[in-house]
């Protein structure tokens, strides 16, 4: 009779490749499950970003149109005449568009010389880098960009 002594010391080559093979299978087998769940989760994770930067990107173009927007129209009562001062433009703006904004006239050299933040009155602008690279552009373009901050 066969014992299951004799059949191990016979075929421990076979026995133990087939317990290696087997091991690989089930690694190789669990690793691309891992990664299509991986890949999957990742893929939902994109898209759920795409969605919200798409949603960022859409607020942020409304909120600079609406700013151009009101710009364009308290210029156009400025040159009117309507409105000739900080305070006034201040009211205007929270009645016309229920937001409360700080105005600022600013002097070509930089120097803010009315507004509706008494602490900003008499600064000088020109003391900071980003606000004098402004101020050099807006002397050659006759045109004054301002950065605003576009999260609450």
Do not use: C, H, W
């Not at 000088?124 to 690279?133: A, E, I, M, N, Y």
């Amino acid at each position: 009779m066969i014992t299951l002594s004799y059949l191990l010391k016979k075929n421990y080559r076979i026995i133990a490749g087939s317990i290696v093979l087997i091991y690989f299978s089930f690694v190789v087998l669990a690793s691309i499950i891992m990664y299509r769940i991986l890949l999957n989760n990742a893929l939902t994770i994109a898209t759920i970003n795409d969605a919200y930067f798409e949603n960022f990107r859409l607020d942020v173009e409304n909120r600079a149109y609406t700013s151009q927007e009101i710009f364009k129209d308290v210029e156009e009562n400025f040159k009117r005449g309507v409105l000739k001062r900080p305070d006034e433009i201040q009211r205007y703006l929270k009645g016309e568009y229920l937001e409360t904004y700080d105005v600022a006239f600013i002097s070509e050299r930089g120097v803010i010389f009315d507004t509706t933040n008494p602490s900003e009155k008499n600064l000088d602008l020109s003391k900071f880098p980003d606000s004098s690279k402004s101020f050099e552009e807006a002397k050659n373009t006759r045109r004054l960009l301002i950065d605003y901050p576009v999260l609450n």
